[in-house]
């Protein structure tokens, strides 16, 4: 499998931005006077449904147009590998809900984005990759813009626990965790030259199969007070709901196609933008004017991208022949600039 060009890294993030960010405002559209009329916890379970329709739904036009056949490999023990980024992805966001009976939601999303430097480093641990210097003081750059954009937010009454503690080790956990899912599904994906779709069909069975579990067991817990969530399914969806399931769904897609052709960085990167586009986008519906902070992790944020994905050419403005070039030999230093006398060993 050949490696992505530069152009192919940066164009998936922004594609990727583009419809993070297009989510996020979404989700708020499809409010009614500031609730949520059907079940959230059924948009990525139908999300789900979806990706599975696509994927196996490629598979089967492949199939009938007569294309060269895709490469499926059926070994249960290959398989099985699919359901770990459903659990752990299944973890992380209990581990959410937890944190926040601990912490301000403004203090959850500012601890979240160390999850950017955990993945460079869990990239490093799990998958032998090497990051430059320069890559690192990038990672750090977007860790530090995201949390800047997000200073002065949060500003409700406290009503958190007053043992944060727990709250902040939990959210170290989240982005170990969190991290260690993304890392592991570009492992997975990378691993075998299976096609892509089958490689999706797989991940998006399993999330099924757990999202169903995640239903059933919430249910359970309220004693079916709103009813069995199969029956209750599309209760309260409009069409502003039905484009947050497709806007999930195929930025799930997407995801799938930067694991395996590109790295779980670029996906970080995407991500993490999508919280300076959002509310720029966001200007003409809401009328939020876009604050101080949030320009300059914005800033901070596209600097780091540069960085990240920059050639030495574009750093230094040579080439690397011009550089090696610049690195002449040096003359000797003399021992003695000013000329003073020196006194003669007594072994001479």
Known sequence: ????????????????????????????????????????????????????????????????????????????????KYAVPSILYMIANNLSLEILKYLRPSTYQILGNLRIVTTGLL??????????????????????????????????????????????????????????????????????DDSIHWQNTQLYGFGVIFNIIRLSVDDAASAYHNGFWMITLLHGYSTTTWLVVCNLAFSGLLVSFIMKYVDVIAKNFSTASAMFLTPIAALPLFGHSPTLSLLLGAIIAALSLFLFYAKKDDLFNVSEREFAALNVRQEPEDPNPLGLPQQKSSLS
């Not at 583009?18 to 379970?45: C, E, H, R, W």
């Not at 750059?141 to 727990?166: C, D, F, H, R, W």
């Open 123 to 192: 990239t490093v641990t799990l998958l032998g990759r090497s990051l430059a210097r320069i890559q690192w003081v990038a990672l750090i750059m977007m860790t530090v813009g995201a949390a800047t954009s997000q200073l002065g937010e949060g500003a409700e009454a406290s009503k958190y626990s007053s043992n944060p503690l727990i709250g902040y080790a939990l959210s170290f956990l989240l982005c170990l965790v969190a991290s260690l899912a993304g890392v592991y599904t570009e492992r997975v994906m990378k691993g075998n």
């Open 1 to 80: 499998m050949s490696g992505p060009t530069r152009g192919h890294k940066i164009a998936g993030a922004c594609l990727l931005t583009l419809l993070t960010s297009s989510g996020g405002i979404l989700m708020q559209l499809s409010k009614t006077d500031g609730m949520y009329l059907y079940n959230s916890a059924t948009v990525p379970f139908l999300a789900e449904v979806l990706k599975l329709f696509i994927s196996l739904a490629t598979i089967g036009i492949s199939h009938l147009v007569g294309a060269k056949p895709l490469k499926m490999t059926m070994d249960w023990t290959v398989m099985v």
